[in-house]
């Protein structure tokens, strides 16, 4: 599970289409307001079974207003 807090690890990764640093291809990236108030991402990895890249869409008391705002495009 990848939650990320940094915007500038989040724009790198989609401007590289799912690339950072060494890291496996994400299949994409979920922003939401976590239990502290603030905005959060949480990254999916292509590798990981459909259920497991949902998990980030489930609102919860850790995850708020959760939207889909990147997924990986095909080559």
Do not use: C
């Amino acid at each position: 599970m990848s939650t990320i807090d940094s915007k500038f690890i989040i724009d790198e990764i989609i401007r590289n289409n799912g690339f950072y640093m060494d890291d496996p291809q994400v299949h994409q990236v979920v922003e939401y307001i976590n239990a502290y108030g603030s905005t959060t991402w949480g990254v999916t990895w292509s590798g990981e079974s459909v259920e497991r890249r949902e998990r980030y869409l489930t609102p919860s008391r850790y995850i708020n207003n959760p939207k889909i705002i990147w997924r990986r495009t095909l080559n």
